[in-house]
C-alpha cells in the first residue's frame, strides 16, 4: 500500500516560517504521482492549499498565493511547502495528498497522510 507521512508541522508567531515534509512510501508510483498539500481547520472542510504535479506545474490557492511555495524531490519520493509570512488563519492540520496509481494497480486513486498540526498565534 502507500503512506504518506507528514512532518514538520508546529507553533509559530505571525510573520514566521514553517516547512512541512511529505515522505511516501510504499508501491506508488512516485513520480508519476501529482502531489498536494490540503488544510482543514476546525469547524470547516478540506481546502486546497497547493498541488505539484507530476509535470511539476505547480497551483496554489488564492489565499496563499507569494507565501507557500510547494516542492518535490522525486528521488526521495518527498513533497514540501514552504510557508512564509504566516497568518493565524492558517491555522489547520495540514495534510499530504497523493494522487496516482501503485505497482499492483490499474487506476489511480487518492492517498492520505495523517496530518500535522500548524498554529499560528502569538
Known amino acids: 500500500q502507500v503512506q504518506l507521512v507528514e512532518s514538520g508541522g508546529g507553533l509559530v508567531q505571525p510573520g514566521g516560517s514553517l516547512r512541512l515534509s511529505c515522505a511516501a512510501s510504499g508501491s506508488i508510483f512516485f513520480r508519476l504521482a501529482n502531489m498536494g498539500w490540503y488544510r482543514q481547520a476546525p469547524g470547516k472542510g478540506r481546502e486546497l492549499v497547493a498541488t505539484?504535479?507530476?509535470?511539476?506545474?505547480?497551483n496554489y490557492a488564492d489565499s496563499v498565493k507569494g507565501r507557500f511555495t510547494i516542492s518535490r524531490d522525486n528521488a526521495k519520493n518527498m513533497v514540501y511547502l514552504q510557508m512564509n509570512s504566516l497568518k493565524p488563519e492558517d491555522t489547520a492540520v495540514y495534510y499530504c495528498?497523493?494522487?496516482?496509481?501503485?505497482?499492483?494497480?490499474?487506476?489511480?486513486?487518492?492517498?492520505w497522510g495523517q496530518g500535522t498540526q500548524v498554529t499560528v498565534s502569538s
Open positions: 495528498n497523493a494522487e496516482g496509481r501503485t505497482y499492483s494497480s490499474i487506476n489511480r486513486q487518492n492517498y
Open positions: 505539484i504535479l507530476n509535470t511539476a506545474n505547480t
